[in-house]
């Protein structure tokens, strides 16, 4: 398991970085978006600590269970009737809703290869990818403003 382990967090970390890379405009030093904001910087703390949460719940998940893989995961999460519930809300939102919106209206927001943060979101967690895409969205938004205001003084 420690193989699926380590296997999982470099795609993490290698999606993490695509996303990156691909929008990396909106990340250069001096560019119209600025320095990051107080918004964009909570959604990098919440980021992270989700990332942080799942990844300790995920290696007790892998150590304490020999059987360990996505499809035992995904049924233990209907477990119960509380658990169905909250199982079936994530797994909609991750699979079909998390999709759509960010390659939608990613791309709407000029975000480069919006897919990205549904790829990411199968290997770090869906609340960091989802925390990841919306401190784009916002870095793009205020990109975006900066860009146009320029060029209406020029």
């Known amino acids: 398991?420690?193989?699926?382990?380590?296997?999982?967090?470099?795609?993490?970390?290698?999606?993490?970085?695509v996303a990156f890379y691909?929008?990396?405009?909106?990340?250069?030093?001096?560019?119209?978006?600025?320095?990051?904001?107080?918004?964009?910087?909570?959604y990098?703390?919440?980021?992270?600590?989700?990332?942080?949460?799942g990844w300790y719940f995920n290696?007790?998940?892998?150590?304490?269970y020999h059987d360990a893989n996505y499809w035992n995961y995904t049924k233990m999460l209907?477990?119960?009737?509380?658990?169905?519930s909250a199982a079936q809300d994530y797994v909609i939102v991750n699979?079909?809703?998390?999709?759509?919106w960010t390659i939608v209206e990613g791309t709407r927001r000029g975000l480069k290869w919006?897919?990205?943060?549904?790829?990411?979101?199968?290997?770090?967690?869906?609340?960091?990818?989802?925390?990841m895409y919306l401190a784009f969205v916002e870095r793009s938004v205020r990109y975006e403003r900066e860009r146009s205001a320029v060029s209406k003084t020029a």
């Open 114 to 131: 919006a897919w990205i943060f549904f790829v990411m979101s199968l290997f770090t967690s869906l609340a960091f990818s989802m925390a």
């Open 95 to 100: 699979v079909v809703l998390m999709p759509l």
């Open 22 to 42: 691909a929008n990396r405009h909106l990340f250069r030093s001096g560019n119209a978006a600025g320095r990051v904001s107080v918004l964009e910087g909570v």
């Open 59 to 64: 290696v007790r998940y892998t150590h304490t």
């Open 1 to 17: 398991m420690t193989a699926q382990l380590l296997i999982t967090g470099i795609l993490g970390i290698a999606t993490t970085a």
């Open 78 to 84: 209907f477990s119960n009737w509380a658990a169905d």
């Open 44 to 53: 990098y703390v919440v980021g992270v600590i989700s990332l942080v949460l």
